[in-house]
């Protein structure tokens, strides 16, 4: 019984490059989530999927981040154009519904460098 | 929007002692309040949750208080263990909405 599946664990890409990050969410689960992590911070919400909809992606910049979450497939993260700050520790969860009432479980993230 | 503010920001105790980690939050409608252990190189991993009709709930050595009043949480760990440490996050979720609202972290050090 897999957990949330991400990959790559870490990622590498030169300044302008395109970077994409991949979730599968544990069996069962529909509702998927992104949140970055900076160096010495916090988890800060980017987006909240279900399949096939982006419910909430409030916390997405407006600006080169994308999400999807097919029918069939992974939730995948696209950030186009990278830049240094966007270097950080991207993890993905899911949840059995889209409430609160369950916490998430998540993968063990990307770690993205930009140099 | 929803603010969550942990403290300490770190924490350093004794083998054997229990360490307690506070939570305030300001929006009142939130009723979900679940706190996660991340190990090094790791994602987080839920520990205890706790809804907003019960006002505390224990798990071995592992208890969670919530005073709606207040709007505050806290994490208590007894009796507790070098495999403790770790950095835990306390969070704040409302039943309606599936995003949560993470604390910056607590950084925990058990020394033996």
């Known amino acids: 019984n897999a957990g949330v599946m991400q990959n790559p664990r870490h990622l590498v890409r030169r300044r302008g490059q395109e970077a994409r990050l991949r979730c599968s969410p544990m069996?069962?689960?529909?509702?998927v989530y992104w949140y970055r992590q900076l160096p010495e911070e916090g988890l800060k919400f980017m987006v909240y999927?279900?399949?096939?909809?982006?419910?909430?992606e409030s916390g997405m910049p407006k600006e080169r981040f994308s999400a999807e979450f097919p029918k069939e497939g992974p939730s995948i993260l696209r950030i186009q154009q990278v830049v240094r700050g966007d270097s950080a520790a991207y993890f993905c969860?899911?949840?059995?519904?889209?409430?609160?009432?369950?916490?998430?479980?998540f993968g063990s993230g990307t770690r993205l460098t930009v140099v | 929007g929803e603010n969550v503010e942990q403290h300490p920001s770190t924490l350093s105790v004794q083998e054997g002692d229990s360490a307690v980690i506070k939570c305030t939050y300001s929006?009142?409608?939130?009723?979900?309040f679940p706190w996660y252990k991340q190990e090094l190189g790791k994602g987080p991993q839920l520990i205890i949750d706790?809804?907003?009709?019960?006002g505390e709930k224990k798990d071995q050595r592992i208890a969670v208080t919530l005073n709606k009043t207040a709007k505050h949480f806290s994490l208590h760990i007894t009796e507790t263990q070098p495999e403790d440490s770790a950095v835990y996050f306390c969070?704040?979720?409302?039943?309606?909405?599936?995003?949560?609202?993470f604390g910056d972290g607590t950084t925990l050090t058990v020394k033996p």
């Open positions: 929006d009142s409608a939130s009723n979900y």
């Open positions: 969070a704040a979720s409302k039943v309606d909405a599936g995003k949560s609202t």
């Open positions: 999927l279900q399949k096939e909809n982006i419910i909430d």
């Open positions: 069996k069962g689960h529909s509702h």
């Open positions: 969860a899911s949840s059995p519904t889209g409430t609160g009432k369950y916490g998430y479980t």
């Open positions: 706790i809804r907003s009709n019960v």
